[in-house]
């Protein structure tokens, strides 16, 4: 079955961390930090007709990246996480949990169920 949505982070590290909440088919693509424009073509063209979701560190890294994403990829949906987290790896699963719920993408509700106990 072919994944209608796609999250795209900067590492595996995101990767890991976001994968495990989220409970529907996603393809999660890690651009490694950094993409070149041959790279951004042929995601382009890969991701047509996707739901194209930016989840990108609170950095100077990931501020550039999301940039060129919002210019080469305007109609992706770009998520947030808190600055107090500065990187998508390190911020805790609810946070993201709820980020993630708030797109539209259906997550596994322990994951909020666990924000809502603190």
Partial sequence: ?????????????DKRKVQP??????????TNGTIS??????????L???????????????????KQFKREMPEADHLYIDRAYREV????EQHLAVILA???IDIYTE????????
């Fill in 1 to 13: 079955m072919e994944c209608k949505k796609v999250i795209i982070v900067e590492g595996k590290s």
């Fill in 21 to 30: 909440i989220i409970r529907e088919p996603v393809d999660i693509i890690c």
């Fill in 37 to 46: 424009l041959t790279k951004m073509d042929e995601l382009i063209d890969e």
């Fill in 48 to 66: 047509y007709e996707k739901d194209v979701y930016v989840l990108v560190d609170a950095d100077d890294a990931g501020e550039k990246l999301r």
């Fill in 89 to 92: 790896a390190t911020a805790p």
């Fill in 102 to 104: 708030g797109a539209n």
């Fill in 111 to 118: 994951f909020l169920e666990k924000r809502m106990n603190l």
